[in-house]
């Protein structure tokens, strides 16, 4: 009877061994799966908070470096914008020069990750979005005639004309 009781005993304890080893896989796997996709939400929702800060950005720089078309419109209106900078500006003498990519003036800031041996692809989602939002595209790109001695212009004659008038009207 001993032996049976003991053979019953070592049997529950394998048995529920088993069973902890079971349920701790799973529950591990249903934390890694939660953690994925709460920090999925996290970085999709800090993603739209960056591209929507990079197009006020965009639109900011649109509306104080304005446009070949719409500064030719308006000295033809003779409109009152044309008067509204000066010396004491932060943009004085800065002539957009035409469209390219900036880096973003807002940047994003994230917290290194320690150099481990142990790799989590989370862990690298900051740095990989701070590379992707690290620019704006499509922006003026400026020329700031205010701190350049001199400015040499160099291509054929059409396009060395075409940016005096856009230099002269700016």
């Known amino acids: 009877s001993f ?5 019953a005993s070592m049997s529950i304890g394998i048995l529920t061994s088993i069973l902890n080893f079971i349920k701790g896989r799973r529950d591990y796997k249903k934390e890694k799966r939660n ?6 939400n ?3 929702n800090k993603k739209e908070e960056i591209i929507e800060s990079r197009k006020s950005e965009k639109n900011i720089l649109d509306d104080i470096y304005y446009s070949f078309d719409r500064e030719y419109q308006m000295v033809k209106d ?16 800065q002539v957009r020069i035409g469209i390219g990519a900036l ?16 790799t989590d692809e989370l862990s690298e989602l900051p740095q990989q979005i701070s590379q992707e939002f690290k620019y704006i595209n499509q922006v003026p ?3 700031d005639f205010a ?3 001199s400015i040499g212009i160099i291509g054929t ?5 075409d940016f005096m008038k856009n230099i002269m009207l700016d």
């Open 147 to 149: 701190k350049s001695n």
């Open 157 to 161: 004659e059409k396009v060395c004309y």
């Open 103 to 118: 880096p973003a003036k807002r940047v994003i800031e994230y917290q290194q990750k320690e150099a481990l041996e142990i």
């Open 78 to 93: 003779f409109s009152g914008d044309l008067f509204d900078r000066s010396e004491a500006d932060d943009d004085f003498l």
């Open 42 to 44: 996290y970085i999709e």
């Open 141 to 143: 790109v400026v020329c």
């Open 3 to 7: 032996i049976i009781f003991s053979v």
């Open 35 to 40: 953690r994925i996709e709460k920090y999925n």
